[in-house]
């Protein structure tokens, strides 16, 4: 297993973060190309909106497994959380972009409304505000000037906006559809796999 784990490290440390970036926008140009070839559906804007969305989330999702990785399996991915972390807010900005411009079409008073009186709208938005200070701080002035302390106690606020995701998602989808749960479930197992569990003293 040291062996393996031992290629893995050496294979990531070779890989440049900027090869990552590039990657991430795959995603991006299959779905525009669905988009242009009619594969998206009858309803386009939607489900743009929604592949989109959860994107953003597996990126998120991903970026919250690389220090149980490292934890539990030895492997260091900690180069790449973020650049994972980049990509995930830049898929919910766009998320978010479909819906204001193409879904609502910047209709203010249906905006306001809708962010009050649905509550996965709400839910939705309350995790964009707070993956947005974390973006905006996500370079080395920010840690240097912020200081270290400051800066993960910032950063923490990752954990709340993932689940805060995983909810939205939950809530959007209509009727009882498992793969939204499993998103929900596995975020919540990588933050369980944080926590530091009392260990249980064995009796002689």
Not at 98 to 112: F, K, T, V
Not at 173 to 202: C, E, H, N, S, T
Request: charged letters at 15%; hydrophobic letters at 55%; proline letters at 4%.
């Amino acid at each position: 297993m040291n062996a393996i784990t031992d290629i893995l490290n050496r294979g990531a440390r070779r890989v440049p973060t900027w090869a990552l970036y590039i990657a991430g926008a795959i995603p991006l140009i299959w779905i525009v190309g669905q988009l242009f070839t009619g594969g998206l559906g009858v309803d386009p804007v939607k489900a743009m909106e929604q592949q989109v969305g959860r994107t953003g989330l597996k990126f998120l999702v991903v970026g919250l497994a690389i220090t149980p990785l490292r934890s539990f399996a030895g492997i260091n991915l900690i180069r790449f959380r973020r650049a994972l972390g980049l990509l995930g807010f830049f898929y919910i900005l766009a998320h978010l972009l479909i819906w204001l411009l193409l879904d609502i079409q910047l209709l203010w008073g249906q905006i306001g409304a809708d962010i009050v009186k649905r509550p996965y709208i709400t839910i939705g938005m309350a995790a964009f505000t707070m993956l947005l200070p974390l973006a905006i701080t996500s370079n080395n002035f920010s840690l240097r000037r912020m200081g270290a302390a400051a800066w993960r106690q910032l950063h923490k606020l990752t954990y709340f906006a993932v689940v805060a995701g995983g909810v939205h998602y939950v809530m959007v989808v209509k009727g009882w559809q498992l793969q939204p749960f499993v998103y929900l479930a596995i975020i919540l197992a990588l933050l369980a796999l944080r926590l530091k569990w009392p260990r249980r003293r064995i009796l002689a």
